[in-house]
């Protein structure tokens, strides 16, 4: 098969060769395989804040380390990601630059501030907070001008893992806020942990699920419900599951992605002092224990025909790789896990009809491979070129480890 790219789209894709315009590039895919790039539809992109188990702390913005953190995604693969929540500024300023063309990075969709409830999930010095209706509007009038791609909420009183009661967003209010952004042509994302919150908000018309419920296995009758609704639910595996890994198996840092985008002191921290740590925390092990009652959970609805959408919940583009290999270790086929990873992460954002599958008219984001990943999931990793918008990613020219 051929595919033609002009300008940032593909315009034509044909079984053997296609007669292009003299000084066309060609790429010899022979023998090699075509994927859409990769998506990650839930970070938070380190550089401004400081993310800890028990909640996020403010640090000092730094630039450099969320560019180093964009190019890693780059360098894996990852042409997509949506930050599901962090400092306006920051990370809008980076999305502005990203579209602009003045930083290389994966394309940015952003919600900026999280939408929540005094006290609840989420809410800080930087959160846009809600407590009453109509009330409400001229603070999310003020978020809205920020242009969020998606509005993210939080509807989330705690107490699981031993954790302390917080808050909620009354779910009245929160049906009010999805139907204010939808009326302006703006999707929304809620963070759940549990089924029954899950279930409340998907009847208050939100249009996706920030999480997979982790509390407990869900119900036959949730599982139909994912099916016949089609809410996207984004998997953030990575993140609970993270703390065990290094705590128990630190030498996946010694794997090639990692060693290619994560500095060495950095690495060297995470070993000992951050190993060190996660070993002492109850959460550590809380966390491994209810990922995989999160995994089962995800492969019953992905049979149940719902719509997962692969997410990390974390900073880099290695971690959106141990997300696909959580699901394949949950029992999903690698041909499905490939289309989680991509055509779903569209369906996400509302953009199914520019992005996530190789097709005349989208957006040439792509990737050759050098072996099938829908024989193995670990084959995504075999990254021999990354096309995002129709141009090549120079991965050695990448602010990265690796290029030093």
């Known amino acids: ?5 002009d300008g940032d789209r593909i315009s034509r894709i044909t079984r053997g060769s296609i007669e292009a315009p003299r000084g066309t590039n060609r790429i010899d895919g022979s023998g090699k395989f075509l994927m859409p790039g990769l998506m990650d539809m839930h970070i938070h992109l380190r550089g401004s804040i400081e993310v800890t188990p028990e909640g996020l702390s403010a640090m000092t913005t730094d630039r450099s380390i969320g560019i180093r953190l964009l190019h890693s995604y780059l360098y894996s693969g990852v042409t997509s990601v949506y930050d599901a929540g962090n400092v306006p500024d920051y990370i809008l300023g980076l999305r502005s630059d990203e ?23 989420g809410s800080n010095d930087w959160g846009t907070l809600v ?50 952004y939808n009326d302006r042509g703006i999707r929304s994302t809620v963070h759940t942990s549990s089924e029954y919150r899950a279930r409340q908000a998907i009847f208050a018309g939100v249009d996706t699920l920030a ?31 993270n703390y065990s890994r290094l705590a128990e198996h630190p030498e996946y840092l010694d794997e090639p992605l990692y060693q290619a985008t994560v500095p060495a002191d950095e690495i060297e921290i995470l070993k000992t002092e951050r190993r060190e740590e996660y070993q002492e925390r109850k959460w550590t092990w809380w966390m491994k224990i209810m990922t995989t009652v999160a995994q089962e959970n995800l492969r019953i609805i992905n049979d149940a025909g719902g719509v997962l959408v692969a997410g990390t919940d974390q900073s880099s583009g290695p971690a959106l790789h141990r997300e696909l290999e959580l699901l394949a270790d949950a029992g999903i086929p690698a041909s499905e896990i490939v289309r989680i990873a991509t055509l779903n992460g569209a369906v996400f954002l509302g953009k199914e009809r520019e992005l996530g599958s190789i097709e005349e008219g989208k957006i040439a984001d792509m990737l050759l491979l050098g072996a099938d990943p829908t024989v193995d999931i670990n084959n995504a990793k075999d990254i021999l070129e990354v096309i995002k918008g129709g141009e090549l990613v120079d991965r050695s020219g990448l602010n990265l480890p690796v290029n030093e």
Do not use: C, N
């Open 99 to 121: 579209r602009s063309g003045e930083l290389a990075g994966p394309r940015i969709f952003a919600t900026g501030a999280i939408v929540t409830y005094p006290g609840s999930h």
């Open 1 to 5: 098969t051929s595919v033609l790219v």
């Open 131 to 180: 407590d009453d209706w109509p009330e409400a509007k001229p603070t999310l009038d003020a978020h809205i001008e920020r242009e969020p791609d998606i509005v993210k909420l939080t509807y989330e009183e705690r107490g699981w893992g031993a954790r302390e009661m917080i808050p909620i967003l009354p779910v009245e209010l929160m049906q009010q806020i999805i139907q204010y």
């Open 211 to 241: 999480h997979p419920i982790i509390q407990g296995p869900v119900t036959e009758s949730f599982a139909k419900l994912m099916g016949a609704k089609k809410t996207p639910m984004v998997t953030t595996l990575t993140i609970g599951e």
